[in-house]
């Protein structure tokens, strides 16, 4: 009997302690709704706005006249290096550092001035970075293959190479990427990790360049004197060199001609129109001298 008396003293000193804490709690939210008011919303947002808000106004303001004067200042420099005639491709990654850059650097003060956290920034972007650098590892390799490219300079802006299948004059020059426009002005995009580790034949480099041509004529015609119009030709022309001297010889006996092969030096520039000049000349001076030129041909024999 004793031990039913004590337990029940225990069931209604608990059930008093939940009534005692559900009244408290409703008392706390019925003062939390009593001290609510528009008041204190509205003056909550004005000391925003007079704290925080104005700090980001003034901030978006030096942001946007730093943006301005850093322009002026990359365009500046770029003109300066372009007069003292530096490389194009320095000139131009010196130009996108500088602008690039200091933006970036100016954006970082801006968070540093509207009170975020930029060591927190700083591990966001980190952890970012490790992510994308594992999505993106092709891209990687463009980028270092564009900083060999600009620190050993196998090729300029403005010269003519050959590479990765493509032709062309280079345009410019990108971190991931080299524009290279060829003759019909189509233009290539060729990824610089690729370019940086391929074979690259540039046509530019050197200030002469040979002109190899091959002629072909009968073999009813006279090869010396083919050979003497070729020659003659060529002392004619104020493009070529004279010296070195320019060669012409026999260079295939050919199933329906025989080829003849010149090797003249001109400068670089004068290339293609060496070419054309002479092929235009020599071929209206073989007509002239009745050398002719043949065409493939196969000579049938009957026998009865």
Not at 242 to 271: C, M, Q, R
Request: include cysteine; charge should be neutral.
């Amino acid at each position: 009997m004793n031990y039913f008396k004590l337990f029940s003293q225990i069931v209604t000193s608990e059930i008093a302690s939940s009534e005692n804490i559900a009244s408290s709690s409703e008392e706390t939210s019925s003062n939390n709704t009593s001290n609510f008011s528009w008041d204190n919303v509205f003056s909550t947002v004005a000391h925003w706005i007079q704290t925080t808000g104005l700090r980001i106004l003034i901030g978006i303001i030096v942001l946007f006249i730093g943006f301005k004067i850093i322009n002026a200042i990359s365009r500046s420099i770029k003109r300066k290096m372009e007069l003292k005639k530096c490389d194009k491709t320095v000139t131009s990654l010196t130009f996108s550092f500088f602008r690039i850059g200091f933006k970036v650097l100016l954006v970082l003060l801006f968070i540093s001035f509207i009170g975020i956290d930029t060591a927190a920034v700083g591990s966001i972007l980190s952890a970012i970075g490790i992510g994308l650098s594992l999505a993106v590892q092709g891209s990687l390799s463009n980028f270092a293959g564009g900083i060999v490219i600009i620190i050993m300079k196998p090729f300029g802006i403005g010269d003519y190479i050959t590479a990765q299948g493509v032709s062309g004059t280079v345009e410019k020059i990108q971190l991931f990427y080299t524009y290279i426009v060829a003759p019909d002005n189509r233009v290539h995009m060729v990824p610089n990790g690729e370019l940086a580790n391929s074979v690259i034949t540039n046509n530019s480099m050197k200030k002469t360049r040979r002109v190899d041509l091959t002629f072909t004529i009968s073999y009813d015609s006279s090869v010396d004197k083919a050979i003497a119009i070729i020659k003659e030709t060529e002392l004619k022309n104020n493009l070529i060199f004279h010296t070195p001297e320019p060669f012409v010889g026999i260079s295939e006996f050919a199933d329906s001609s025989i080829n003849l092969i010149t090797k003249v030096w001109v400068k670089n520039e004068d290339y293609w129109t060496t070419i054309y000049e002479l092929n235009d000349s020599i071929s209206k001076a073989f007509v002239a001298n009745n050398i002719v030129i043949p065409y493939p041909q196969l000579d049938v024999h009957l026998t009865k």
